[in-house]
């Protein structure tokens, strides 16, 4: 097997990569060294040709009918075992509910640190940057370990560029008897949606709790997000209020996100929000409150009435079309 310093979980949805993980090539071409990919699941042959310009020293492929859904158990033992064979120092992925899972396993059977959110690498890839109190300060943490697991925030590395260099494949042999047994797949529930990924739109539009009800949460948030061609995402009391689904929430612990383009929609700023959104290149923040918190982040501000302002803006949108 290719040796390595450094080792990237690839994520997917079965269908196709996600881009977000790799971004996490960018994190790993600035620890410096050789990188390979490492993708799990069953049939993704297809996936892997999508994976071969990316300049890795090689792309792993563990490819089996045990690995068709990522149980944390299984996942983390065929993760640890690839990362020894190849003899790397780093184990790197994005953070997502799916790393967030698996990664934390991967780190106990390498009995290595792990470091999440990891925003900035500095002083030769020993010294790293990361979010903590919510967001609301940022520590620097130095590992001293000579193995160690990391968690990049995909929105504060760019997206990597194409290499003409095609990595090569090398096939991991999975032995279905010595995977573990401790979890089960029961079911998944998927929202089918035409609207883009809401942790790779251009756009996203947010709403907060004073859209009051699902149907107005739908026609305001909806609206103006279908009339842009964006996502959309809700505050934490959103969601908990049963405005919109959990897969829909931005903040410290939602999704972070980083559009060109983000509205808020009635969202007053709470800390955790805004730490998922921060890295947006443009916050638009539309509230009544003229002390609203995130009228200090966004870009431009309007105070006014969200269900005044907004149905005018679709119709605005919709006219000039």
Known sequence: MTKTNTLILIEHDRQQVKRPSLHAVTAAQQLGGDY?????????????????????????????????????????????????KCGATTLLGTSSTFSKDILPRAAALLDAPMLTDVMTIEGNGNSFTRPINAGSMIATVQLGSERRVLSIRASAFAAPTGNTAVSPIEQLAVDAALLPNGMQFVSREERISDRPDLTEARVVVGGGRPLKDKETFDRLVGGLADALGGAIGATRAAVDTGLAPNDYQIGQTGKVIAPDLYIALGISGAIQHLAGI????????????????????????????????????????????
């Not at 297809?46 to 089996?64: F, Q, R, T």
């Not at 105070?303 to 149905?311: E, F, K, T």
């Open 36 to 84: 390979s990919l490492l993708l799990l699941g069953s049939a993704v042959g297809e996936m892997a040709k999508s994976l071969l310009g990316y300049g890795a020293a090689s792309l792993l492929v563990a490819d089996h009918a045990e690995l068709a859904e990522p149980l944390a158990d299984r996942y983390a033992l065929v993760i640890a075992d690839a990362f020894q």
């Open 278 to 321: 921060k890295d947006s290149r443009v916050i638009i923040a539309i509230n009544k409150d003229p002390d609203a918190p995130i009228f200090q982040m966004a870009t431009y501000a309007l105070v006014g009435d969200v269900h005044q302002v907004v149905p005018e803006l679709i119709e605005a949108l919709r006219d000039r079309e």
